[in-house]
């Protein structure tokens, strides 16, 4: 039997967005951005009420099937509690559609919600396996969801042996010399729209091509940042998308062709490039702007904020939890930081 949480406990989330695949490591590889969506709840006595402003709004739905909204009751579930109501509000930065883990930043800050609601319950919170289990179970992989709740560069894995997937992962360190420019086009694109392109089966000769990639990806993003160009090669899945969005592959192709390592982010549209240079080459640059890409550089994405309350921010049931900060939001929350790549 469920618990029931007191209402006006207050909670606060700050979840990255993540870029998956990172060319070779298809479903497995992923790496999370500086962009982060904020969420702030609140329980009450009774009902539901979502608000969301920036990215989504007007087009997300504010009912009990929003994904902050229902990945925060699966989180409460799983450690014992539930909410009478709840008011929860929503400020996204991070693009829809685009290939940049929106949705895995839904789940991530809803579980991440119900952490420190129950936190202030005198509960224990849900620990990093049970939030990359819990976040990949929404979506099938764990790829965007562990970067997102670990934060940094990631790689995961799936062991469906039981017949119930598993789901877990490891987190990696990234060299400090590599440097992050995200292209992120105005147009949006669909997971499952480009999924269906994939063959169901490839060759052997294809699958120990992008074996090899992915073996060095881990090599080339730890230890030489030297090898991502050959380690960002992939057959598998981004030259099959490249005819869905053909302004991101050419886009892919200049930057590939000027020296730079550079992949699809997750399923698209937008683009990741990988360089320990200043600055990305102008011929891709210009094409970039000239077709609706927003170019920037930006830092590597911490973990989420709110997955775990400190010691000391807990409190008995009943009692609210002091916001810490001027923003409402708690301290020691890691804010996005980008600078644009301006070209005259």
């Known amino acids: 039997m469920s618990l029931l949480l007191p209402?006006?406990?207050?909670?606060?989330?700050?979840?990255?967005?993540?870029?998956?695949?990172?060319?070779?490591?298809?479903?497995?590889?992923?790496?999370?951005?500086?962009?982060?969506?904020?969420?702030?709840?609140?329980?009450?006595?009774?009902?539901?009420?979502?608000?969301?402003?920036?990215?989504?709004?007007?087009?997300?739905?504010?009912?009990?099937?929003?994904?902050?909204?229902?990945?925060?009751?699966?989180?409460?579930?799983?450690?014992?509690?539930?909410?009478?109501?709840?008011?929860?509000?929503?400020?996204?930065?991070?693009?829809?559609?685009?290939?940049?883990?929106?949705?895995?930043?839904?789940?991530?800050g809803g579980l991440a919600i119900a952490n420190a609601l129950v936190a202030q319950a005198d509960s224990e919170p849900l620990g990093d396996d049970e939030l990359i289990q819990l976040s990949s179970e929404f979506e099938g992989h764990p790829d965007n969801a562990s970067a997102a709740v670990l934060g940094g560069a990631v790689v995961s894995w799936t062991d469906a042996g039981s017949g119930t997937p598993d789901y877990a992962a490891a987190r990696i360190s990234l060299h400090p010399d590599i440097r992050l420019f995200p292209g992120i086009p105005g147009v949006r694109s669909s997971t499952a729209e480009t999924r269906v392109l994939l063959p169901a089966q490839v060759s052997h000769e294809a699958a120990r091509f992008n074996l090899s990639r992915a073996a060095l990806l881990v090599v080339a993003l730890t230890a030489r940042p030297d090898l991502l160009m050959a380690a960002t090669e992939d057959v598998l899945h981004q030259p099959q998308r490249a005819a869905a969005m053909p302004a991101s592959a050419e886009y892919l192709r200049l930057l590939r062709r000027g020296g730079v390592p550079a992949v699809l982010s997750g399923a698209g549209p937008?683009?990741?490039?990988?360089?320990?240079?200043?600055?990305?080459?102008?011929?891709?640059?210009?094409?970039?702007?000239?077709?609706?890409?927003?170019?920037?550089?930006?830092?590597?994405?911490?973990?989420?904020?709110?997955?775990?309350?400190?010691?000391?921010?807990?409190?008995?049931?009943?009692?609210?939890?002091?916001?810490?900060?001027?923003?409402?939001?708690?301290?020691?929350?890691?804010?996005?930081?980008?600078?644009y790549l301006r070209r005259q």
């Not at 989330?13 to 479903?27: C, K, R, W």
């Not at 009478?84 to 693009?95: D, F, M, Q, T």
């Not at 927003?294 to 939890?321: D, W």
Request: include cysteine; glycine fraction near 16%.
């Open 7 to 108: 209402s006006g406990l207050a909670g606060s989330a700050e979840v990255a967005a993540s870029s998956a695949n990172l060319g070779p490591g298809f479903d497995s590889a992923g790496l999370a951005l500086a962009l982060y969506d904020r969420i702030t709840v609140e329980t009450t006595d009774g009902g539901l009420t979502v608000e969301v402003t920036g990215e989504g709004a007007g087009q997300v739905p504010t009912g009990p099937e929003h994904l902050v909204v229902r990945a925060i009751h699966r989180g409460l579930a799983a450690t014992g509690f539930r909410a009478a109501g709840l008011v929860v509000k929503c400020h996204n930065a991070i693009p829809h559609s685009r290939g940049l883990g929106s949705s895995a930043a839904a789940v991530v």
């Open 270 to 339: 937008a683009v990741l490039a990988f360089t320990t240079g200043a600055e990305l080459p102008a011929q891709a640059v210009d094409f970039g702007t000239a077709n609706g890409f927003a170019i920037a550089e930006m830092a590597v994405g911490g973990r989420s904020a709110g997955v775990r309350v400190p010691q000391a921010s807990r409190r008995p049931a009943g009692e609210c939890l002091a916001s810490g900060s001027e923003d409402g939001y708690p301290r020691g929350v890691q804010q996005t930081q980008r600078v």
